[in-house]
């Protein structure tokens, strides 16, 4: 069994920074492809970042691009979103998944996080 938690939500000024962990546990987290997305009160969950087994390639929803990075610590087990200029839209309950592939984006992830809260204030 596969756990996924994150954690380092929280309240944040517009143009303030956040960033967001995630431990996976497990032996072969290097071999997990991970991803964070958000969901928005009365909104859909909707994807935000994705990275690869080996964090050589990453993915970004348009509306997050050139403001949040995603990045990963295979010795930690562990996935960082760096949210920067963040601004009041960005507000929302932040998951972090993971699913064994070489994709950098699966159509699928088998393991999900319980969430934490990025609330931006205008």
């Known amino acids: 069994q596969v756990q996924v938690v994150e954690s380092g939500g929280g309240l944040v000024q517009a143009g303030g920074s956040l960033r967001l962990s995630c431990v996976a546990s497990?032996?072969?987290?290097?071999?997990?492809?991970m991803g964070w997305f958000r969901q928005a009160p009365g909104k859909e969950r909707k994807f935000v970042a994705a990275?690869?087994?080996?964090?050589?390639?990453?993915d970004y929803a348009d509306s997050v691009k050139g403001r949040f990075t995603i990045s990963r610590d295979s010795a930690k087990n562990t996935v960082y979103l760096q949210m920067n200029s963040l601004k009041p839209e960005d507000t929302a309950v932040y998951y972090c998944?993971?699913?064994?592939?070489?994709?950098?984006?699966?159509?699928?992830?088998?393991?999900w996080g319980q969430g934490t809260q990025v609330t931006v204030s205008a």
């Open positions: 998944a993971a699913t064994i592939s070489r994709m950098v984006r699966p159509s699928r992830y088998d393991y």
């Open positions: 990275i690869n087994w080996s964090g050589g390639t990453t």
């Open positions: 497990g032996r072969t987290f290097s071999s997990y492809a």
